[in-house]
DNA sequence: TAATTCCCGACTGAATTACTCAGTATATTA
DNA sequence: TAATATACTGAGTAATTCAGTCGGGAATTA
């Protein structure tokens, strides 16, 4: 369990995602502009969420990412781990010697907490941040004007909404 | 709050010393080999901890640290914190424009998780691992081992006995 | 066909990590 | 008092990671 900028950089791009969800897909562009990181970056970071299935990418245009299954099945510790490689085990663990034969007491605690801390992030998913009062609310504003846009653009109503919803 | 190898090495290096708290002070010689990590980047990191009260250094021969309050009242979250210096954090916070006016959604969404983070690892104080019973049973089992040796060595039967409690 | 998007890999400067070395300061013990 | 063990300090450094650029290719839509 390792955590850093770059876990944030997905957690906060996955939320994205999972906000716009029902608008079709969110473009790498958008989440870029939108949060301040480099394209490429996002590139590199949404590589890793495809590749354990947190994410689904649509070509062409009209394209992007959508979750790769429901919000409330993709938990906050599965988003962080699939970017932050895991912090590297301490030497003992594992092989059971780290100095005297002995078991190392403090390595095992740290398992211990890591354990627990893992647990608790592994709790909290998608769903529940983005299933709160405060953040409907403000999604539900950007959908009135994406779908009043919408009504007056037939074809492909989600992709205008989005670059009109775009502020985040 | 961020999490990685450098807060890993703090956290167990002080579970270290509140486990050997009874026996008078830890030399950092002690963790360095028992850890495996380098006696002068532990330096370093003791530096800070110092810093923030979170140890005291006692100097000469017999020397090395101690908890700077009870184990029950320095959480893991301090210890971090003191190590590993802050996520920068996002820039439309504090500024309340990330991009059109309104404030951002999903930095508002990770400053939450960031926060129930936080609380969550604030919670856990030093004390609440070393006083599960499997901890305490190794942890007695060196005393009395120490504590023989110390009546045959009656000056400074601490540092003695640390030298043979060395396993971690 | 042209535009838009995902996708892929190589490369790069800057920061951080983890460490080394070389010393100074303070307390203990012989 | 001299030797020793420890904490403290700071400068320097190789390796790694972060965050980004660049240049393309592949699939989809219009």
Redesign the interface.
Known sequence: ?????KG?YA???M??LA?HDHEGPVTLADIS????ISLSYLEQLFAKLRKEGLVEGVRGPGGGYRLGRPASQIS?AEIINSVDEN??V??CLGNKD?????K????Q??E??SS??YA??DD?TLAS??NRPE?RE?SRRQDTIASRIATMFPPRPARVGANIS???
């Open positions: 369990m390792k955590l850093s900028t944030r957690v906060t791009a939320l994205d906000i502009q939108c949060q301040g906050i912090i590297d301490t030497r780290c100095q005297g034969g002995e190392c007491l403090t390595h605690l740290w211990d907490l627990r801390l608790f992030l909290l941040f983005i953040i403000v775009a502020s985040c």
